[in-house]
């Protein structure tokens, strides 16, 4: 297992800075569809989806293979255009990628010439951050995810999990209000996966902002989730969006035992049922 995080003072003020902030309208998800062909040929993927989401949630996304899931990751990202409807970040339409949605994949996809902290200065670095100030944000980031003794490190000298630490780290750097996260975790084995879910719950209570995580394992998003989501396919939409009772009582000291309380097994057996009345 991980060490215990360690938040770096610049980093947990600045949360503290964010939240002491007035309200904002966060984001939302107005009558979202996604449509491939037309006529007879005409394949609907997506209908009608509407959320609302506050700028410090982590929201968790369930649901079977073909709901429309990463489809719909990629509207809010900005990579997809939507056949109707609009995604609205503070109140403005979102219709392309920008530094306001940062993106973590089922791979790292780091670049394999750069050392870890040179991977999480790049994003930086394209945004024409000063040589000095992004090697001091990469710096803090490199610390928040725990790899201060690996940044000089080349990928291929880090194991899958430090990759992907790797990665949200060079997403975090850039200050996004929103981290879209596409089964970060599937790839890593079953330890180092427990590892990386209780160090990113720790991450977020601790930069507070929107995390929103596309996920097929059910424990993982009762873990994680503030508020769970369900959709179900043909065409993909939500069918139940629920305030995730566990959330406020798991902690590091019981988050690798929750999994035996009646709570935690009666909501996991809620989901799955969920999950599987798509298929009925």
């Not at 566990?246 to 909501?267: G, P, Q, Y």
Request: glycine share 6%; net charge positive.
């Amino acid at each position: 297992m991980y060490a215990t995080t360690h938040i770096p003072k610049v980093i947990a003020a600045d949360a503290a800075v964010r939240n002491s902030s007035a309200a904002s309208p966060g984001i939302q998800l107005v009558d979202l569809s996604l449509s491939y062909g037309k006529g007879k040929s005409e394949f609907q993927v997506l209908h009608q989806i509407e959320l609302s989401l506050s700028l410090d949630e982590f929201i968790c996304i369930l649901g079977p293979s073909g709901c429309g899931k990463s489809s719909l990751l990629n509207i809010m990202a900005g990579y997809t255009k939507p056949s109707s409807g609009y995604v609205a970040i503070d109140g403005n339409v979102h219709t392309k990628p920008t530094s306001q949605v940062g993106v973590v994949f089922q791979h790292a996809n780091l670049f394999p010439w750069l050392s870890a902290a040179g991977n999480v200065e790049f994003g930086l670095r394209m945004a024409g951050v000063s040589k000095q100030k992004r090697k001091e944000i990469a710096a803090q980031y490199i610390e928040l995810v725990g790899l201060e003794a690996a940044a000089k490190r080349l990928p291929h000298q880090l194991s899958g999990g430090m990759k992907q630490r790797t990665a949200l780290a060079r997403t975090l750097a850039t200050e996004p209000r929103i981290v879209l996260m596409d089964e970060p975790f599937s790839a890593l084995d079953a330890l180092t996966r427990e590892a990386m879910q209780l160090h990113i719950r720790k991450i977020w209570q601790h930069t507070r902002r929107c995390f929103f995580l596309i996920t097929h394992d059910v424990d993982e998003a009762l873990l994680l989730g503030r508020r769970i989501i369900v959709m179900h396919p043909n065409p993909g939409r939500i069918v139940q969006d629920i305030a995730n009772p566990l959330f406020d009582s798991i902690n590091e000291s019981t988050f690798h035992d929750v999994r035996s309380s009646k709570a935690f097994i009666n909501m996991r057996y809620q989901l799955l049922s969920l999950i599987a009345a798509a298929n009925v």
